[in-house]
């Protein structure tokens, strides 16, 4: 991927966020689904121990950011943008 396409996906990534921070509430499958995205694009694979079964908010988390373990930084921005849009346009 060259380097203005990757700087047009940051942009438009980085717009998709700011959008997803304007939309209601969204369901919590949503919302980790998004959050997954998120931290992949942000920080990439995830690190650490899976929280514990008390902890459940936390252990959502991690298993959204797990379930796209190994995907590329492109491929995630991509679908996260793909998920505001969508997400957007059915809220019109």
């Known amino acids: 991927m060259s380097e203005e396409v990757v700087s047009s996906l940051k942009a438009q ?3 998709a966020v700011r959008k997803s921070n304007s939309l209601s509430k969204q369901p ?7 959050y ?8 990439g694979d995830v690190r650490g121990e ?3 079964r008390r902890k459940v908010r ?3 988390k991690y298993d959204a950011w797990t379930s ?3 995907m590329s930084k492109e491929t ?3 679908e996260y943008i793909e998920l505001v849009n969508k997400l957007e ?3 019109k």
């Open 76 to 78: 995630a921005m991509k």
């Open 68 to 70: 796209r373990k190994g």
């Open 13 to 15: 990534f980085e717009d």
């Open 58 to 60: 936390a252990r959502a």
């Open 36 to 43: 997954g995205l998120y931290k992949q694009v942000t920080i």
């Open 50 to 52: 899976r929280p514990g």
């Open 28 to 34: 919590v499958d949503i919302q980790l689904e998004l």
């Open 89 to 91: 346009k059915s809220e």
